[in-house]
């Protein structure tokens, strides 16, 4: 009797970590134990440039047209090449933004950062290693010792869906209307690589080239008309944009195609990896708090431990190779020089291939893997999710998989990517060089 009431006492012990484990996963990922976001303590790019003005080494200039745009762009490393600029009022700062005054976007590998003419704040946001997302605001108003305060209250449209549920970034397509209000009964789209260009840019300015391709860019929508518009034809393949706005008040008066491709490919990437590295840490601390239960600690993670990671790193190498992503028929072109500034960063191997080369004929990128890949949060993924991504990488490059999705990966183009990888990113496996 003892016996059986110890085994009643231990599987009400385990029914009750296992419902506190799966009452954790209808959380918001970020409230978890093992992830603790809010009193995280960052340090992405935003906050190392913080300590920079407060121990005086840098100093940042203010001007009357943009406040301390130029300056923070400067020394975050973020090229005003790649100004986007939307129009549609979904940003907090919607009162001031609309089509005669559209929001800039600027960005680059590991910042974000938004500038509203006549805003009373900059919008930044940057990658943390663990944390993932991290979203700032800067005062427009001239002091001594600039503060970037950071802001959680953005995971409010931030740590959703559309972020992959994890603090993150999105590129949003919507139908707006003559004062730049998405038309709700007409739906909208989150952006990524895989989105077809029919369904791309509404409520931003494009600036750019792409043939018979169409785009929902460029113009405005009224509820009753339904979401195809006729107009729509005569806002494509738009080389300037000049007679829509005052683009003088801007630092360049393009809003690249290109670069918001880019930033629509980068956007979800840097969530991937973020929700890689939450999973982790999460399956991790919940098969220990399950081992503590049992009585029985182990440092072996279990089968069901094992297959959250594999089924969250699964997803991150289909998106770092593009599986899946949209073709067009016609060649496309951005006006501003992003794409030359974007592809000279390197890195390259020896014979000159990298990873940022654009093709643009029918897709975006020469060669099939993300440059992210040589991001800092991508090396700072847990050892178990780095492991499984790198298996699933290598399998994949040399063709041992049966996947329908790889295997439509051209060989030459697989064969490449090894090759690139081999000679430019650090901490690559040992048996990525030796074939084991």
Known sequence: MKQILCTIILTASLWLVWRSASARQLEMPQDHPAIDYRRGISN???????????????????NEAHGYLEAVLKHLKVPASSQGLVFSKTSFQLHRIMPSNPRALYFNDEAYVGWVNGGDVLELAAVDAKLGGVFYTLDQIKTARPKFRRNDECLQCHASNGTRNVPGFVVRSVYPDAR??????????????????????????????????????????????????????????????????????????????????VLEH??????????????????????????????????????????????????????LLFVGESRWATPLAGTASFAKDFAAQGPRDKLGRSLREFELKQKLFRYPCSYLIYSDAFDALPPLALEQVYRQL??????QTQDKAYVAIPAAERKAVLEILRETKRNLPAYFQTGG
Request: glycine share 8%; hydrophobic share 30%.
């Open 44 to 62: 992405d790019a935003v906050a190392r440039l913080q300590q920079q003005i407060d121990s005086g080494e840098i100093k940042l200039e203010y």
């Open 266 to 319: 980068q956007t979800q990437m840097h969530n991937l990896i973020t929700r890689l590295s939450y999973e982790t840490r999460r399956a991790l601390h919940d098969q220990r708090a399950i081992d503590e239960a049992l009585g029985q600690p182990s440092a072996t993670p279990s089968d069901s431990t094992r297959r959250r990671i594999e089924h969250a790193a699964d997803d991150l190498v289909r998106y």
């Open 394 to 399: 290598w399998q994949v490059l040399n063709g």
């Open 180 to 261: 730049g209000y998405p038309i709700a009964p007409l739906g909208g789209f989150v952006t990524n690589q895989n989105s077809p260009l029919r369904e791309r840019w509404g409520g931003w300015y494009i600036s750019g080239t792409h043939g018979t391709e169409q785009h929902l860019g460029n113009q405005r929508f009224e509820e009753q008309g339904g979401p195809y518009n006729p107009a729509q034809l005569a806002s494509q393949n738009v080389t300037t944009l000049e007679p829509r706005f005052n683009t003088q008040s801007y630092l360049t008066p393009h809003s690249d195609l290109v670069a918001l491709m």
